[in-house]
């Protein structure tokens, strides 16, 4: 059980607009702490895509977007490609735990 | 550009250990925390611990707490986690990975994995 929840699917036809959300609570994304988002190709290690709530590392295209509400947050990606089908994490920081770089458990996108 | 290769994982028994390694390059590795992070198979990512710049600090999850030991060679610019007393639960990708700064609470570098497999 993770301590951030996410959809464990979620999927959208090339050029549409898709979004996954990632639920904490009041130790973790509630408290404060950044939401940050990676992305996993099949067979590779996780690569940063959104850190901060909403900012872009250089090379991450504007289609990709984040943001933070209360004690959730959300990916966002417009215009889909066929490369963008990947698994996507969210993670924050918890105060509550000694375990406190802490996880979603992952969305696969499928790009139908 | 920064490079981070992971090593050192195989298939090993229950109880026994293993140690592996992670060379950094590209970066001034001393000025950097560094991050264990593991992924069983099929399974999404668990922060396994983290070192100090220095070395001076060093904190694990609870699943590990006892039995893994994180560490670093800054004059070889490589970090380590000597993991023991393996369970078939600790199967996993390991990943190295970086903090970005001080006050930064995610990983901006990721090695490629080392796969560890604990089975009789």
């Known amino acids: 059980q993770s301590v951030l929840t996410q959809p464990p699917s979620v999927s959208g036809a090339p050029g549409q607009r898709v979004t996954i959300s990632c639920t904490g609570s009041?130790?973790?994304?509630?408290?404060?702490?950044?939401v940050h988002w990676y992305q996993q190709l099949p067979g590779t290690a996780p690569k940063l895509l959104i850190y901060?709530?909403?900012n872009r590392p250089s090379g991450v295209p504007d289609r990709i977007s984040g943001s933070k509400s209360g004690t959730s947050a959300s990916l966002a990606i417009t215009g889909l490609q066929a490369d963008d089908e990947a698994d996507y994490y969210c993670?924050?920081?918890?105060?509550?735990?000694?375990?406190?770089?802490?996880f979603g458990g992952g969305t696969k996108l499928t790009v139908l | 550009q920064v490079q981070l290769v992971e090593s050192g994982g195989g298939v090993v028994q229950p109880g026994r250990s293993l140690r592996l390694s992670c060379a950094a390059s590209?970066?001034?590795?001393?000025?950097?925390?560094m991050h264990w992070v593991r992924q069983a198979p099929g399974k999404g990512l668990e922060w396994v611990a983290i070192?100090?710049?220095?070395?001076?600090?060093?904190y694990y999850a609870d699943s590990v707490k006892g039995r893994f030991t994180i560490s670093r060679d800054n004059s070889r610019n490589t970090l380590f986690l000597q993991v023991n007393s393996l369970r078939a639960e600790d199967t996993a990708v390991y990943y190295c990975?970086?903090?970005?700064?001080?006050?930064?609470?995610?990983?901006?570098?990721w090695g490629q994995g080392t796969l560890v497999t604990v089975s009789s």
């Open positions: 990975a970086r903090r970005p700064t001080s006050a930064s609470y995610y990983f901006d570098y």
């Open positions: 070192i100090w710049h220095d070395g001076t600090n060093k």
């Open positions: 590209g970066f001034t590795f001393s000025s950097y925390a």
């Open positions: 993670q924050s920081y918890d105060s509550s735990l000694s375990g406190n770089w802490v």
């Open positions: 009041s130790s973790n994304i509630g408290a404060g702490y950044d």
């Open positions: 901060g709530n909403n």
